[in-house]
């Protein structure tokens, strides 16, 4: 019994672990800085929004109550569930325990990210390739290697945030 419990500990560690080979460690965006984020990202309704390693998926909740479609992928386990749970059952949200590079991003009109800056530059060449042009991409704390933003929000003593459109 403490065998299983003890392995199924580390294959839950390890779901932490291969996020952070995959895109980015799980630290959260954090609370006082989202506001800037749906301001900055200027949701409309119905909009389709998504979150490239959601976390716990507080970010994409506040999209939700704006209207709009939201998608998360996750790869750690425990804020999957957790993200599933605030809004995978939700009738606009689609929450998934996966790897968001497999993914199609064509339909998305918005897109989320905090990843690390070489998860970034592996991005690019995707969102160039799938994205419509319009859509936009928020970006915390590091903007999109070569691709200029259209803006910037700075506040003194937090992350900056970058806005790129395609
Ligand atoms: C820096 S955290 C940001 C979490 C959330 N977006 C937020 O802002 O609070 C990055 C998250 O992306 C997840 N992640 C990294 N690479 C991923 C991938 N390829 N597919 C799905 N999730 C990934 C990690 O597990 C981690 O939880």
Same mark, same amino acid.
């Given at each position: &019994?403490? =065998? @299983?419990?003890?392995?199924?500990?580390?294959?839950? =560690?390890? !779901?932490?672990?291969?996020?952070?080979?995959?895109?980015?460690?799980? @630290?959260? !965006? +954090?609370?006082? *800085?989202t506001?800037r984020i749906v301001?900055l990202?200027?949701? +409309?309704?119905?909009?389709? @929004?998504?979150?490239?390693? /959601?976390? !716990?998926?507080?970010? =994409?909740?506040?999209?939700?109550?704006?209207?709009?479609?939201?998608?998360?992928?996750?790869?750690?386990? @425990?804020?999957? &569930?957790?993200?599933?749970?605030?809004?995978?059952?939700?009738?606009?949200?689609?929450?998934?325990?996966?790897?968001?590079?497999?993914?199609?991003?064509?339909?998305?009109?918005?897109?989320?990210?905090?990843? &690390?800056?070489?998860?970034?530059?592996?991005?690019?060449?995707?969102?160039?390739?799938?994205?419509?042009?319009?859509?936009?991409?928020i970006?915390?704390?590091?903007?999109?290697? *070569?691709?200029?933003?259209? /803006?910037? *929000?700075?506040?003194?003593?937090?992350?900056? =945030?970058? +806005?790129?459109?395609?």
């Open positions: &019994m403490e =065998l @299983v419990a003890l392995i199924l500990a580390l294959l839950i =560690l390890g !779901t932490y672990a291969w996020g952070g080979i995959r895109g980015a460690p799980w @630290v959260p !965006t +954090r609370r006082r *800085d506001g301001a990202a200027e949701p +409309r309704p119905e909009e389709r @929004v998504a979150d490239l390693g /959601c976390g !716990t998926g507080h970010v =994409l909740s506040l999209f939700y109550e704006k209207g709009c479609a939201v998608r998360g992928w996750e790869l750690a386990f @425990v804020p999957w &569930m957790i993200a599933w749970i605030r809004l995978g059952h939700r009738e606009r949200a689609q929450i998934s325990w996966g790897d968001f590079w497999g993914a199609d991003l064509s339909k998305l009109d918005l897109i989320y990210v905090f990843l &690390m800056p070489e998860a970034l530059a592996k991005l690019v060449p995707k969102l160039r390739r799938e994205l419509q042009p319009g859509a936009r991409i970006s915390y704390v590091w903007p999109l290697p *070569d691709w200029e933003h259209d /803006c910037v *929000d700075r506040v003194e003593g937090q992350p900056p =945030l970058y +806005r790129h459109i395609a």
